[in-house]
């Protein structure tokens, strides 16, 4: 496989668009439900909902996300079959457990005010937003895994087209159906959620055709694999694997979920913040995440044909693409960083955005670079590995940095900045410690052809 930095950037790129488009669409909503409602309970609503959705998909994109590097370890090696096999038990349980899911959260949507410490109103909004999304939750999770399965075969074409049909449609119907809603006398944030919802059935039924009517991804695959059909046998064989990844991602969600939470009992001022202040750097580092999960293929892909030594050179000069991208972005943010806090916060916080920036701008760069070990023990198949390095960084640095060090600071919201800063820097010692180990090169859990 060419591993010049015109083919890595090339095969990380469909993953950026996808990141960018989800971030699109969260935006696209908040720009209609200001502009209909003007209640800044609705926006803070639909923040509150995702947080939501990722805790109760986060099995399922666990299983999804296995199931992935088993397909493309295994279509690599020559087990073609095996890897079929494996597409076909994945759709089965991302249609089966996608209904399940949905209506567990529906079920699940009164606790919403229990766990947040958000006002009533939000907590209303929040609910009706999340109704149609829950209702067509399959669809949604369905539409996720059908973008990224192409990019394990390097047919990327069709990832752009869906996107497009994905953004376009959301631009499209939601103030269509905010206007209908309106004059209805429905919920206006409900209608929101709707248009959520109907863009990605729109995609996904581009996908689907493509995919599975056309064989777009010439993997011998046809619309029978969309009838629901799991191989026990397969996933038996694969449990401690599929069954870590399942955890990993749960455990994940579950930390990120509690990582929002606790800093909502934080002082007003260091949530509020965060809350704008890790938007803008998630907008800012859209290509840096997107740009270091690409290694989820490429590395299942090259582990399946034996190219170990391919691997660490394409670590490497990952590497040295985020150092630079990130330091280009953390020049730009620090330059401007009093203009842009008077611009996206209130007067009464300025200061403390500014200083924000001043204290988590480095250590931010040293978590993108992180973020390369740990897409690569995942690509990788290492189980264990896998598994302790979302254990030792979402729970054990995450959880006691920020339980403990704020309140070693005179100021509360200060030490609350120290304490994301602090994150990153122990995340990238322990990720990278864990790499120098060596434990990526083995393999885990390629299978023979005869095996199925």
């Known amino acids: 496989m060419d591993t010049s930095w015109k083919k890595i950037l090339r095969f990380s790129l469909p993953m950026t668009f996808i990141g960018i488009a989800e971030m699109l669409t969260t935006l696209i909503d908040m720009l209609w439900v200001n502009y209909f409602i003007k209640d800044p309970n609705a926006l ?39 890897a079929n096999d494996a597409l076909r038990t994945t759709v089965g349980a991302i249609m089966t457990f996608g209904i399940i899911s949905g209506a567990v959260g529906l079920l699940l949507l009164g606790l919403l005010g229990n766990l947040f410490g958000a006002n009533e109103a939000t907590i209303n909004y929040s609910q009706q937003y999340l109704r149609p999304l829950l209702l067509g939750f399959v669809f949604i999770i369905m539409n996720n895994f059908l973008l990224i399965l192409p990019r394990y075969f390097e047919k990327l074409k069709v990832v752009y087209y869906a996107l497009v049909i994905l953004i376009v ?81 749960l455990t994940l969600s579950t930390s990120t979920f509690l990582y929002i939470l606790i800093l909502s009992y934080y002082p007003e001022q260091a949530f509020n913040v965060f809350a704008i202040g890790s938007y803008i750097f998630m907008l800012a580092g859209v290509f840096a995440q997107n740009f270091s999960f690409s290694l989820l293929p490429l590395v299942s892909r090259l582990k399946g044909e034996g190219k170990i030594a ?8 990952m590497v040295s693409v985020l150092a630079v991208y990130s330091v280009v972005i953390v020049g730009f943010l620090y330059l401007f960083r009093v203009s842009i806090a008077e611009i996206v916060v209130s007067s009464e916080i300025v200061l403390y955005f500014v200083q924000f920036i001043e204290i988590y701008s480095m250590p931010w760069i040293l978590g993108n670079i992180s973020m390369i070990f740990i897409f690569l023990y995942s690509g990788s198949g290492d189980a264990k590995a896998s598994m302790y390095l979302i254990i ?56 023979s052809e005869g095996v199925s």
């Open 310 to 317: 391919e691997i660490n050179q394409i670590v490497k000069k």
């Open 392 to 447: 030792s960084n979402m729970y054990i640095i995450v959880l006691t940095s920020i339980l403990i060090i704020p309140h070693m600071y005179e100021d509360l919201v200060i030490g609350v900045f120290f304490a994301l800063a602090i994150i990153q820097v122990l995340t990238l010692i322990n990720s990278y410690a864990l790499y120098l180990t060596g434990r990526w090169k083995k393999n885990y859990i390629i299978e």
């Open 169 to 249: 449609t959301n631009i499209i119907i939601t103030p269509i159906l905010m206007l209908y809603f309106e004059r209805n006398d429905y919920s206006l944030i409900a209608a929101a959620g709707l248009g959520t919802l109907i863009s990605n059935v729109f995609s996904l039924a581009y996908l689907v055709w493509l995919i599975f009517y056309k064989d777009y991804l010439e993997i011998n695959i046809n619309k029978k694999y969309l009838i629901p059909k799991m191989s026990f046998s397969l996933i038996r064989r694969n449990f401690s694997f599929i069954s870590s990844q399942i955890f990993n991602n």
């Open 44 to 82: 803070a609503a639909i923040r509150v909902s995702f947080s939501y959705t990722m805790l109760i998909e986060a099995i399922l994109v666990g299983f999804a996300a296995a199931m992935l590097i088993y397909i493309s370890q295994n279509f690599s090696s020559g087990n073609k079959k095996g």
